[in-house]
């Protein structure tokens, strides 16, 4: 089967960016949003985006025009019922996403393929919102952020899923730019299996008092040459975000790896959440020159 529209639901941070990428890759797409508003805001920041690939020589001018004309916003589900394939990044309830998912099945002809970018909820819990043979053409295609830049997309397939619709999805990851890796449906995936873990350890380090927030960072940055320290990601993520994955990924695997720390906890609830508050471990104030936060 051959994808030529593609579906986008969620016009957010992961939404927008998956939608710039796959229309940078040639295909047709359309983007639902709940509001006119939420969907100018995301198709702004698609715009900026675009604007610095061709600033930079990434993308030609004509490139830049030729991928947003590509690109359509609505608010309407009716315009995705002819797409090839639906990928979902909308809020990471379980609920919401059953209703939508629910809601297009009805909708959407019987070939089209349904993808979630969940980090760490069950695609299978997801998938039996929708008809018997809808679920055997539904998977899980998660992406990183900031999405264009990031070359992975995790490929996740349940115990219902058709192999031909798999196969398919791996393609179309392919298709994308991303090398796509292979996945089951076990909370958290490749990734966020090990990342997760790895960051919340982190911040253990930090209330241990191992290492300051700056040191920490410095010592996976320099010492293993990550792009980014754990306490710089964790800001960059999301801490909401990471405790709500945590929260999950504890609740499935019942092991302490998973458990947010208190520390994390404190900062979600103080609404330390991170870039995208102004505040986390670093305080974003002048955001060129982001200085840790006094914690203690
Ligand atoms: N579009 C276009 N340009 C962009 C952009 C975007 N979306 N985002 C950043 N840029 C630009 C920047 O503005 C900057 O431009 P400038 O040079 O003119 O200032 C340029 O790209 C490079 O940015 P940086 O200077 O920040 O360059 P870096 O080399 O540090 O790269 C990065 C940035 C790719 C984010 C890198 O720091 C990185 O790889 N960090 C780790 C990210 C990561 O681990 N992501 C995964 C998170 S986990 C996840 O998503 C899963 C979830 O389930 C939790």
Avoid at 13 to 34: K, P, Y
Avoid at 54 to 74: C, F, N, P, W, Y
Avoid at 126 to 145: D, I, K, Y
Avoid at 161 to 172: L, N, P, W
């Amino acid at each position: 089967m051959e994808i030529k529209k593609v579906g986008v639901l969620g016009c957010g941070l992961m939404g927008s960016g998956i939608a710039q990428t796959a229309a940078t890759a040639g295909f047709d797409v359309v983007v639902r949003e709940v509001s006119d508003e939420l969907c100018e805001r995301g198709f702004t920041g698609i715009e900026k985006s675009l604007a610095k690939f061709a600033e930079k020589g990434t993308i030609t001018a004509e490139q830049q025009a030729q991928i947003r004309g590509r690109l359509k916003g609505t608010t309407k589900f009716e315009e995705l019922s002819d797409c090839d394939i639906i990928v979902e990044a909308i809020i990471e309830n379980l609920e919401t996403k059953r209703d939508t998912y629910a809601r297009l099945d009805g909708l959407c002809k019987p070939e089209t393929i349904f993808a979630s970018n969940t980090s760490s909820l069950s695609i299978t819990e997801m998938m039996t919102a929708t008809s018997r043979e809808r679920q055997r053409r539904f998977v899980g295609l998660h992406f990183f952020n900031p999405v264009p830049f990031m070359k992975l997309v995790e490929v996740v397939r349940t115990i219902l899923t058709d192999e031909e619709v798999y196969e398919t999805a791996v393609e179309f990851g392919r298709k994308l730019g991303k090398v796509p890796v292979r996945a089951e449906d076990k909370s958290g995936f490749i990734v966020n299996r090990l990342l997760v873990p790895y960051l919340l350890d982190a911040i253990r380090a930090l209330e241990e008092g191992v290492g300051s927030i700056v040191d920490i960072d410095n010592g996976m940055k320099l010492g293993c040459g990550h792009p980014m320290g754990p306490l710089t990601l964790l800001d960059f993520v999301g801490l909401d975000t990471t405790y709500y994955i945590a929260e999950i990924m504890f609740d499935e695997f019942r092991e302490r790896r998973f458990a947010p720390p208190p520390l994390l906890k404190r900062m979600v609830m103080a609404g330390l959440y991170g870039r995208k508050s102004g505040r986390g471990f670093y305080d974003y104030a002048d955001a060129k020159n982001p200085v840790p936060t006094n914690l203690v």
